[in-house]
């Protein structure tokens, strides 16, 4: 998913969750969609698994990204942005982060943003609060 309307324009973010969660992840997550609107960032939004399983679950996570990781590192290396917002413990490890979530989280790693999963609410929370300090810079 993305705001782009014309291939000339410039990306700003990649948005980068684990698994897809509905059809449009920045619509159903509103902190991460007031921060695009509100900076008026391009963005591309994906998921480190392409696909929605039945029933939502995924019974073998790390098997089931391994088997995406192609695809996703050629939407990464084709779509050039000032950087990316990693969304996730899963995420972060694919992108070969290797610091704890707790640790990371709310900072910018190489030219990713490191945001805890929204299951853990305070510290994505507090990772958000981070993101708009970061891009009032």
């Known amino acids: 998913v993305s705001n782009i309307k014309d291939e000339k324009e410039k990306l700003d973010v990649i948005i980068v969750n684990e698994f897809p969660t509905s059809e449009n992840f920045i619509e ?3 902190h991460i969609k ?4 509100k900076f008026n960032l391009n963005y591309l939004a994906t998921n480190l698994v392409l696909c929605k399983p039945n029933g939502g679950e995924i019974p073998n996570t790390a098997k089931t ?6 695809v996703t590192n050629h939407i990464h ?4 942005a000032n950087f990316k917002i990693l969304i996730g413990t899963n995420v ?7 610091s704890t979530t707790t640790k990371v989280n709310g900072e910018m790693v190489n030219d990713c943003f490191i945001v805890a999963s929204p299951s853990h609410n305070s510290q994505y929370n507090a990772a958000l609060v981070k993101l708009h300090s970061y891009l009032d810079k």
Do not use: P, T, V
Request: charged share 40%; net charge positive.
């Open 92 to 98: 972060k490890k694919a992108f070969s982060i290797g």
């Open 65 to 70: 990204i391994a088997n995406c990781k192609e």
């Open 77 to 80: 290396k084709q779509f050039k």
């Open 28 to 30: 159903d997550n509103r």
């Open 34 to 37: 007031l921060l695009i609107d």
